[in-house]
């Protein structure tokens, strides 16, 4: 988001007004506070975690990674088709695209079932959705709410961004958190909106990304952060933001001619890449293959978005959590972070991790013609070759070679972009999550993420990617012979180096914005 000076904002208001007036949010009416369901032991999802929780220690909660797109989804909508008393689900963005219409419609029909459904959403990316946000929820069971909601309604995000300009701070800070969770027993964390590109549905680019199920005591941490964002002042249900509501009859109809464009499913091979079977064949078995392990829930509080400067929203944030564990690392860290702008902090937590030692921290982000953030990626490069020279070993996606690995989904004629944010420290403990490693995370917007103490999901990880070090996956980064400059290595057919002093592809139009639009970018928008 780029950053704007004083006399931009106050023109772009005038702007704004000339063009129809900036908008105004209605009254603020309270919302009926309401809380997770805790008397679901009778639930099916219940049973299941318990019976995982036996087969453990009562202290400890299931976990399963879940690295491939299609069987991401079905654990979500296995969730919501196995839920018998409730669903909380939190979301940064739900497209109404096929995708997320079908997610949608899920929803609508496990409240049909009597389940009560809690939709929170955040609201910048919800320009021409009001009608069907409405009616879903005209429908009984059922919820909707927006974090932050912006004064404009207007369908385009520029018309949006144009008309709240007089309210920047609505528009700066975001709940970028992700969770699903289903009879206060299971639920689905991590990197992944609901929108076509996170699920292999793009023509064009699609993401490698990482979510995580889990079962047990963790989730009821996940349900105390739900109600926590739910109950807050800084939500509101969405027939309180849209002005002129339709009849609830008009607009379940509208709702329901909507939701018959969504899919009907995705295809899903017998196993994954890791080869297991889906979450929803083992669910219809009565059972989870899991891994049991103690874990910490980390969530910022919704209140972070309003705190006056970027120490105070810093402490006790995810990000301080995150870091914390990273500085912890006794023999190693791996960072995976499609947004990585470390800033003088990171740097300096780098800096005491490596010792003097290459190798120690390992990091993978996106290369220039991966990222879908050319800005953030400017603001990377700042530190990249001081992270070199420090001992940094850098793998940055390359949006060409990456997908056709195989080891991340079948991305077919797309280009691969990442965008899961995970870290694995002294291969022991996983976290993983929603945040970025950059000050946008860190200090403007809210976060979730899970810090699991288990060298068995960390196998797992480790499997995942094995053998990716030297394969034709990632360009590899390193200092030229002079240390004066980065270069870029990638194989050729022979598996003989080729070598890159300069980003790889070309991309000199992304490389002449970014240029021309660093000066006016401070590293607290990245």
Not at 40 to 65: H, I, K, N, Y
Not at 80 to 106: M, N, P, T
Not at 492 to 520: C, Q, T
Request: hydrophobic share 40%.
């Amino acid at each position: 988001m780029p950053k704007l000076s004083g006399s931009r904002i106050a023109l772009s208001c005038l702007a704004a007004v000339w063009l129809g007036g900036c908008a105004t949010l209605p009254a603020m009416v309270p919302a009926a506070a309401s809380h997770a369901l805790t008397d679901v032991s009778g639930t099916r999802l219940a049973r299941v975690s318990a019976a995982g929780e036996a087969a453990g220690q009562p202290d400890m909660s299931g976990f399963r990674l879940l690295p491939e797109a299609e069987f991401a989804f079905d654990a979500r909508i296995a969730l919501i088709r196995q839920a018998q008393a409730s669903l909380d689900v939190q979301y940064y963005q739900i497209h109404s695209d096929e995708l997320g219409l079908l997610f949608l419609r899920e929803l609508r029909d496990a409240a049909a079932r009597g389940v009560r459904v809690r939709l929170l959403i955040d609201d910048l990316y919800t320009g021409g959705q009001d009608d069907l946000l409405l009616g879903l929820a005209a429908h009984p069971g059922v919820e909707v709410r927006l974090f932050n909601p912006l004064p404009s309604r207007a369908a385009s995000l520029s018309a949006r961004f144009l008309f709240s300009l007089h309210e920047f701070g609505r528009i700066n800070h975001r709940m970028h958190n992700k969770l699903l969770v289903a009879d206060n027993s299971c639920a689905v964390t991590g990197g992944r909106n609901i929108a076509g590109e996170y699920f292999m549905r793009s023509s064009a680019a699609n993401f490698i990304d990482m979510d995580v199920l889990s079962c047990g005591p963790v989730v009821r941490e996940m349900s105390k952060g739900f109600d926590r964002y739910w109950n807050s002042e800084q939500v509101r249900p969405v027939g309180n933001v849209v002005a002129r509501a339709p009849a609830p009859d008009a607009a379940r109809r509208h709702f329901d001619e909507a939701a018959r464009a969504g899919l009907t499913g995705l295809p899903l091979r017998p196993r994954d890449v890791m080869e297991r079977s889906s979450v929803s064949q083992q669910l219809e078995a009565g059972t989870l293959a899991l891994r049991w392990a103690p874990a910490q829930f980390y969530v910022d509080e919704p209140g972070k978005i309003a705190r006056g400067n970027d120490a105070a929203a810093f402490s006790g944030s995810v990000t301080e959590g995150a870091l914390r564990a990273l500085d912890s690392a006794r023999r190693g860290v791996t960072i995976v972070s499609p947004y990585f702008v470390p800033g003088e902090r990171g740097m300096a937590m780098m800096r005491r991790a490596t010792g003097g030692q290459p190798g120690r921290i390992f990091l993978v982000t996106n290369s220039l013609g991966a990222t879908d953030e050319p800005l953030v990626y400017g603001g990377y490069t700042r530190y990249r070759a001081e992270m070199l020279r420090i001992g940094v070993t850098i793998r940055e996606i390359a949006p060409g070679i990456t997908g056709k690995s195989g080891q991340f989904g079948n991305f077919g004629s797309s280009i691969s972009r990442l965008h899961a944010k995970l870290a694995v420290i002294d291969d022991r403990r996983l976290f993983i999550g929603s945040m970025n490693m950059d000050h946008r995370s860190a200090t403007v917007n809210t976060e979730a993420g899970l810090l699991i103490d288990s060298p068995e999901l960390v196998a797992d990880y480790n499997t995942l990617i094995g053998g990716t070090s030297r394969a034709n996956v990632a360009y590899r980064l390193r200092l030229s012979p002079d240390r004066g400059h980065v270069q870029w290595l990638e194989l050729d057919a022979d598996g003989n180096d080729i070598v890159h002093d300069d980003e790889p592809g070309g991309y000199f139009w992304l490389r002449f914005k970014n240029w021309l639009m660093s000066p006016w970018v401070g590293e607290e928008l990245l």
